[in-house]
């Protein structure tokens, strides 16, 4: 745990700062250049919001280099979702029942890949973070996908590696049962 101290250095910190910049420059942007599209076209359409939206885009210069391919993917995402929604809306697509799930599932593609195989692309304690939730450590990963890949990679046939090394403790079958059911 933190003590009260070790708190307010993290609040006053250069990236809490940077952050904060990003934040209030992106809705501040945002507001403004949506106010404005709104004034001059005489009504608030979700055209306005778009092009707000591009605008304030720019406030991610304001953040930190690292998190901004994250903040990227989160505004893509979203930027998707309300345009299929839209066009939901206006008969030009089907209703999709799992298109969020899909969604999510798309965006998710780089990060898994880089926690599977290059862990070096995401932020260490981000990867941490992953290991932890998925109860499984990096030595794990290395000996049980990552050498294989490589070996494999290489046109070598790599021999069978049970799992267990680094994954979990015991036998495979009685961890699988059990992280299955509770």
């Known amino acids: 745990k933190k003590t009260i101290i070790e708190a307010i250095k993290e609040f006053c910190s250069l990236d ?5 910049r990003f934040v209030g420059a992106f809705i501040g942007l945002f507001r403004s250049a949506n106010t404005i599209a709104a004034y001059r076209a005489g009504k608030d359409t979700p055209e306005n919001s778009a092009i707000a939206g591009a605008i304030a885009s720019v406030a991610m210069l304001f953040d ?7 903040i990227a993917l989160y505004l893509f995402v979203r930027a998707v979702d309300v345009l299929v929604k839209k ?14 799930a ?20 995401l932020q260490s304690g981000y990867y941490k973070w992953i290991l932890g939730m998925g109860n499984v450590t990096h ?7 990552r050498v294989r890949m490589a070996e494999t990679a290489k046109g070598n046939i790599t021999p069978f590696c049970n799992c ?5 403790e015991g036998p495979c079958l ?8 509770w």
Do not use: A
């Open 16 to 20: 809490t700062r940077q952050f904060s």
């Open 87 to 100: 066009l939901v809306r206006l008969g030009k697509i089907p209703y999709w029942k799992s298109f969020e």
């Open 139 to 145: 030595e794990g990963l290395h000996k049980t996908l």
């Open 174 to 181: 009685p961890y699988i049962i059990k992280d299955w059911f």
């Open 102 to 121: 899909f969604m999510f599932g798309v965006s998710n593609i780089p990060i898994m890949y880089g926690f599977l195989y290059e862990p070096d692309i």
């Open 164 to 168: 267990s090394v680094g994954y979990h």
């Open 64 to 70: 930190e280099q690292s998190r901004r391919q994250g």
